[in-house]
């Protein structure tokens, strides 16, 4: 197991940013893709984003393209999802997720982001 620690979470007004951070425990280039999901109250999680790290191929949801944006940090381990012109319907605990080469899926606990009026 590999732990994933997500960051970056918190309260912001409806046209703001945020920027969400996931800190692998080891070398990113265990894992064929990591990507970004999202839950919110009532609903099913669902994929937000997601990046090759063979690559960096990149794909996205298309209630989010044009507002955010995923990317890798490959010397810190780390995926970033940046969250600009953020709406009400963004709200909701963001997880991050990754899979290795043994088609493994590591979740990390999830960070609470809210977007208000």
């Known amino acids: 197991q590999v732990l994933l620690v997500e960051s970056g979470g918190g309260l912001v007004q409806t046209g703001g940013s945020l920027t969400l951070s996931c800190a692998a425990s080891k070398t990113i280039f265990t894992f064929n893709t990591m990507g970004w999901y999202r839950q919110a109250p009532g609903r099913e999680r669902e994929l937000v984003a997601s990046i090759t790290i063979d690559g960096g191929s990149t794909n996205y949801a298309d209630s989010v393209k044009g507002r955010f944006t995923i990317s890798k940090d490959d010397h810190k381990n780390t995926v970033y999802l940046q969250m600009n012109n953020m709406k009400p319907e963004d709200t909701a605990v963001y997880y991050c997720?990754?899979?290795?080469?043994?088609?493994?899926?590591?979740w990390g606990q999830g960070t609470q982001v809210t977007v208000s009026s």
């Open positions: 997720r990754a899979l290795d080469y043994t088609y493994r899926v590591n």
